[in-house]
């Protein structure tokens, strides 16, 4: 099996990525690390103790990461940050409370250790802010090297989701995410919306998964129902009405099907500066820059590979 680690800010899509990865018999999750993102970290941590907990995945460790962005302290900054978190308790998550602890180990040190003493490839698969990856390669010159392959949920190249131009996970650590691009590493696929918002996912896959009758049948359904709602809400009823991109769990199946998505390499780099465009993804389609590509990136996707494989999968007793 693919060895995977999965960096996280558990969050509802988050769940259903970390359920494929730790179900699908072609991966071996060696671990999941969590970041500031969605949610306040400690609710990131607790959501993802109570998902491996709930499909009966306890024996993989959950390492806790960074509570802020690397270096921004005033806006863009994740508004739940500020918030103290208070409102987004870890009952967001339709399973039962977590029996698991985190491990007392930091995300950062499981990186870099991890790495240092790998003896096959493990892919890397941060589907949130930047944050952890970034403070493993300042701590670490070394981690660019050893990583083979990053693949990230992150950018956007028609829209974005927080503003008009940028997505949340790149927006939420804009440095973060510029130092990561700009890394050097050996091979980074950057899975945008244009691709995870064409792998959505309907009320009748919900049916479908929840008829399987597995924790992670039942917990993806009501997950995704929750999501359809409030996709719903945001595109008052627009182009998605009644569907839901699920799009960290894209990434994951993308690990194992690389048919799943399309991509064609670009040069991208993230702005920081821009009030207006920070959290950009800027997508030299025409090679104006120069530079050498630095990115597969993926703006196109198979809904149907996609929910065949969580059908699949899920359907496999656990728990
Ligand atoms: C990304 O932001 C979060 O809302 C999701 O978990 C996903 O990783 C999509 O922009
Ligand atoms: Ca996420």
Same mark, same amino acid.
């Given at each position: ?206 049916? *479908?998964?929840? =008829? ?8 993806? $359904? #009501?997950?995704? +129902? !929750? ?60 090679? *104006?820059?120069? =530079? ?8 196109? $996707? #198979?809904?149907? +590979? !996609? ?13």
């Amino acid at each position: 099996p693919q060895k995977l680690i999965l960096d996280v800010d558990t969050g509802t899509d988050d769940a259903v990525a970390i359920m494929l990865a730790a179900l699908h018999p072609a991966i071996e999750l060696v671990g999941v690390t969590t970041v500031n993102g969605n949610v306040p970290v400690n609710f990131c941590t607790d959501n993802s103790l109570r998902v491996l907990d709930h499909i009966g995945r306890s024996d993989i460790k959950v390492y806790e990461g960074a509570d802020r962005p690397l270096v921004r302290t005033a806006h863009p900054i994740p508004h739940r940050y500020d918030d103290g978190g208070e409102k987004y308790h870890p009952e967001e998550l339709p399973v039962p409370a977590a029996r698991s602890k985190k491990a007392d180990k930091t995300a950062v040190e499981f990186l870099i250790e991890t790495y240092r003493a790998a003896t096959d490839p493990i892919v890397l698969m941060p589907v949130g802010p930047l944050t952890n990856i970034a403070a493993a390669l300042a701590a670490d010159p070394g981690f660019v090297k050893r990583v083979p392959e990053i693949i990230i949920m992150g950018g956007g190249y028609a829209f974005g989701n927080v503003t008009a131009t940028a997505e949340f996970n790149i927006w939420a650590d804009a440095e973060a995410a510029a130092r990561v691009l700009n890394a050097g590493f050996e091979k980074v696929t950057l899975v945008t919306l244009d691709a995870t918002h064409q792998a959505l996912m309907t009320h009748a896959d919900c049916d *479908r998964l929840e =008829a399987l009758g597995t924790p992670a049948g039942k917990a993806t $359904a #009501d997950i995704v +129902r !929750f999501r359809i709602g409030v996709h719903d809400a945001y595109q008052k009823m627009g182009e998605h009405g009644g569907s839901a991109p699920v799009h960290d769990a894209v990434c994951v199946a993308y690990l194992v099907d690389r048919a799943i998505l399309s991509t064609k390499r670009y040069f991208v780099e993230v702005e920081t500066a821009s009030p207006l465009m920070v959290g950009t993804t800027i997508v030299d389609t025409q090679g *104006r820059s120069g =530079a050498k590509p630095n990115v597969d990136l993926a703006l196109n $996707a #198979d809904p149907k +590979r !996609f929910v065949d494989m969580l059908a699949e999968i899920f359907a496999k007793p656990h728990g």
